[in-house]
Structures are given as C-alpha cells and as structure tokens.
C-alpha cells in the first residue's frame, strides 16, 4: 500500500499540486486519469522520488519516501518500478542486454544466471525471439514490451506507468494491458497506470482516481466511476464516450 497524504508542488508559482490524497492498494490495477497537464507525471514522479514536495508525505513500508536521502531512494525504486512514456531503452544494446543492464547494476549474479532471468522476461512479455534485435529494429509495441521486461528485472513490488499505451493501435492497446495484468498475477505487482483512455480504464482498472486542478476529487472501482455525480468526471465520461 502506498499511501499519499496532502502532496503539494509548485514550478515557478504554477501550483501543480494543491494537496493530493490517494491510496494505493496493494496487488491492485489503480488508474490516475485526468486532462494533459494536471500533473498526473508530476505524481508519479514524486512517488519515486524523482521530485520532491513542497510539503506533504508518500507513505511506502512505513517510510515517508519524501524524506530519504538518495541513497535510500536506491533501494525503493528496486521496489517500485518507473515505466517512462518513451519506454527509454538504450539503443546501443540488443533487447536482451537491455533487460540484463539493471541486473548487472543492482545484483551480484553470475553472468549465465542474468542471462536466463532476461531470457524468462522476454519470453514473458512474448519477446524472446527478438532477444538479438536493437531498439530500432522494433515496432512501438515490441519497444514497450522490451522496456516493461526490464523494469520487471528488479523484480519490484509496485510499477509505475505512465502512458503505456500512447502511440499504440487499439488492438496493442488492449494486447498491453493484457500483458500487465496477467504479470501482475503473476508477480503480484501493485501496478499504477497514468493514461487518458477512459474504455482502457473501464475494461482494465481495479480503481480508477480522477486528478483535477491539483486535487483527487474522486477515487472509485470503474462500476463506481460510471455513476459518479462529480459535475466534472461526468463531463470527462461523457466527452470520452462521444
Ligand atoms: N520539472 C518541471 N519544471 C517545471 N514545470 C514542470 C516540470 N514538470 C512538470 N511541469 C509542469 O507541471 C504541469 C503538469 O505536468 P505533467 O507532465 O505532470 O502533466 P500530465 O497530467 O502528466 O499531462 P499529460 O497527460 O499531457 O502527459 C505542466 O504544466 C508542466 O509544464
């Protein structure tokens, strides 16, 4: 569980967030949906501490992540995984070597062993068979493929998305967040998706929380979300729906 309490974050007098409350239950698919420039990235990034508040916590295994030095946020971000919109694989190693780079940074394992645990992501995410393939030899979604087995290397508890499907044809779309909920059976991740598509959300979200003018103004399951009175997840529905 990630709890987020009274969040707050300004740039350059441009209050971004006014005082986010959320909850993030564990084991769960939890959708942050909201217009472009609410600060949906500017959240996540906070919950890996990428950024830091002007005031406020972010409660993960009984430590505020706010307050820990660098070295500490190491070793929470080994537990919660950050899936960039651009996937930023890096284009000098195959897929394979990709995946094997957080291992060779963060374990001490013989080089067979990182080679296997690669080879088991990729066949994972059903990307074995282009193991030896660079980045620009790939399609949109085999790059995201590629860059969800490395973040899974570290074996995290909870994993951040942001936009995961952006630039993807419907069928992908749906093909990826197949894919993520069945690794979060799998592994039993906690999994935390930024994204603008409501029927994505509908389809795939165990909870669905709208970000608006800096604040959460309304956390439900998708059951919950369609019947919401909030004057403005009503419009966001029904402009979605169109
Ligand atoms: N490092 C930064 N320095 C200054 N301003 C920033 C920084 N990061 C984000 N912002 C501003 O914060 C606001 C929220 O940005 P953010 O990227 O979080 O929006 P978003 O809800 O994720 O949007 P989208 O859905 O379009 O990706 C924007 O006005 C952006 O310009």
Known sequence: ???????????NGLEVLRGVNLSIPEGKVTFIMGQSGTGKSVLLKHIVGLLKPDSGEIWFENKDITKLSEKELQKIRRKIGFLFQEGALFDSMTVKENVMFPLKEHFKMPKSEMEKTAEELLSAVDLLSAKDKYPSELSGGMKKRAALARTLALRPQVVLFDE?????????QVSILELIKNLKEKYNLTCVIVSHDLNLAFKFADYIAFLHQGVIIEVGTPEEIKTSTNEFVKKFIESALV
């Open 1 to 11: 569980m990630i709890t987020i309490k009274e969040l707050k974050k300004s740039f």
């Open 164 to 172: 995961p499907t952006t630039g993807l044809d419907p069928i992908l």
